[in-house]
């Protein structure tokens, strides 16, 4: 039927082998596959191809049964098995292959153009360790929804007066679900679809670089046996997943996932989304900025801290062990820039230790006046006093005179015993000197880099 034009086509119940119609026009609804009780499913023993057709309503494949076969000798791609092909079909209303439809072999929908949904509900995909269903680079003005298909259930309970009536089918995938650059007008909803495939084979979720401009809500999932989900370059609204559906370790790509929010419904702790995050193969820090603007945006700035401190452990975590020492050293006084105020505290647990250190100083007598203009001809003449909470302020500020620090220096010949805790022990001007000297160069190192987290200069994101 190659370039075929008629005003509907209607192959219900039909057994039939392969199917060659490239550009057939189809003026209204095309219909393959429904599940009629007159005629029973269709089933074609051979591809079906449908590459660059036309069709005016809308595309219907209903329950049939699709299986690849070695009679289409116009397969470009022999090794993906093709079952059913619609490679550049533009549908003006929407395509379903539900309810039971089933397919051995790969179906492609690769830059088909779609008016409305893309229902998949119900479907079963065989094609292993190969593509099962690939609509990459398609455009779909409607949703696509990957999930079971009921009918007359809901909530569990039966909703029609005859129970027999009542009918579910899971949506199964045994290889690769696929809609790499895909664009989506509507919402992507995939939920308690089930992902198979063996060990070792390609098979999972693939939607790199698709672009979801509603919400992308992956809910329920069974990732069997390794099965992927790659996310990397993909573009959503909303994001909507729960831990159960996340992959296992390695199996996880986000690096270029954007995303504007993270539905209530959601994990919304950074520690679980940090796990999220953990499952990639590697480090990569666009997901961690990219979580970290999400939470901040959405009023969690906590979280949002939280997730850029790990996004510097990880990038440290296979770094040499000058720049460990030098990330521990950033994380433990400012959080890696992130903390600022952090310094603070340190500041103050380095100040009251020079204060404790120069009130025992002075009780000691190993301090010492320097009579830094003059030395008097007699010592009885008036002289600065001593102040050990201002004296530690004078030595650890670095840009501010309190005239402490310029008139007392502890006498490195000089020492003393003191008693804490009802213990005895012996200070050494030698040994205060030094700490002081400690003091001083700590007061130098956190107020600069106090000046450097504020101004954002140690700052990665």
Not at 255 to 267: C, E, H, L, M, N
Not at 273 to 284: I, M, T, V
Not at 385 to 412: G, M, N, R, T
Not at 437 to 455: D, E, K, M, P, R
Request: charged share 15%; hydrophobic share 45%; glycine share 12%.
């Amino acid at each position: 039927m190659e370039q075929a034009q008629i005003p509907y086509l209607d192959l219900n119940g039909s057994h039939t082998g392969a199917i060659f119609a490239p550009s057939i026009v189809v003026a209204g609804d095309l219909d393959i596959g429904w599940d009629n009780h007159d005629y029973g499913n269709f089933q074609a023993s051979g591809q079906v191809w449908l590459e660059s057709a036309r069709i005016g309503g809308a595309a219907t494949f209903g329950g049939g049964h699709f299986h690849y076969g070695d009679d289409g000798v116009w397969d470009s791609f022999p090794q993906r098995k093709t079952a059913l092909h619609l490679w550049g079909a533009e549908v003006k209303q929407g395509v379903a292959m539900c309810c039971s439809f089933e397919s051995v072999g790969a179906v492609e929908l690769d830059q088909a153009v779609i008016g409305g949904n893309l229902s998949l509900l119900g479907g079963r995909f065989t094609n292993p360790d190969n593509v099962a269903i690939s609509f990459d680079r398609a455009t779909i003005g409607g949703g696509v929804f990957i999930a079971p298909f009921e009918m007359g259930v809901l909530g569990g309970a039966v909703q029609t007066p005859d129970p027999e009536a009542a009918y579910r089918a899971p949506f199964i995938s045994d290889g690769m679900v696929s809609l790499s650059a895909a664009h989506v007008a509507g919402v992507v909803w995939v939920y308690q679809a089930i992902f198979g495939g063996k060990a070792g084979e390609q098979h999972g979720l693939d939607a790199s670089a698709a672009n979801v401009s509603d919400v992308l809500v992956m809910a329920q999932l069974k990732l069997e046996h390794g099965a992927i989900v790659n996310l990397s370059g993909a573009s959503a609204r909303t994001l909507a997943d729960d831990e159960q559906s996340w992959p296992a370790p390695g199996k996880l790509s986000l690096d270029g996932f954007d995303y504007r929010a993270i539905a209530t419904v959601s994990p919304q702790k950074a520690s679980i989304r940090l796990k999220w995050l953990g499952l990639q193969p590697g480090f990569y820090p666009q997901p961690y900025r990219q979580l970290a603007k999400v939470m901040r945006e959405g009023g969690n700035d906590a979280g949002a801290v939280t997730v850029l401190i790990a996004m510097e452990d990880s990038r440290l975590a296979n770094s040499g062990t000058f720049w460990r020492i030098w990330g521990g050293f950033l994380k433990g006084t400012i959080g890696y820039g992130h903390r600022p105020l952090l310094t603070l505290l340190w500041s103050l647990i380095v100040v009251l230790l020079g204060w404790a250190f120069a009130a025992i100083g002075a009780r000691t007598g190993v301090m010492r006046p320097t009579w830094p203009e003059s030395v008097p001809h007699s010592l009885e003449a008036s002289y600065e006093e001593f102040h050990p909470l201002i004296y530690s302020l004078d030595v650890f500020l670095p840009f501010v005179d309190l005239h402490q620090e310029h008139y007392w220096w502890p006498d490195a010949r000089a020492s003393g015993h003191f008693a804490i805790f009802g213990r005895d022990l012996r200070m050494s001007g030698r040994m205060l000197r030094y700490y002081l000297w400690l003091q001083v160069i700590a007061g130098w190192l956190l107020s600069a880099i106090f000046v450097a987290g504020v101004t954002g200069l140690l700052r990665n994101d």
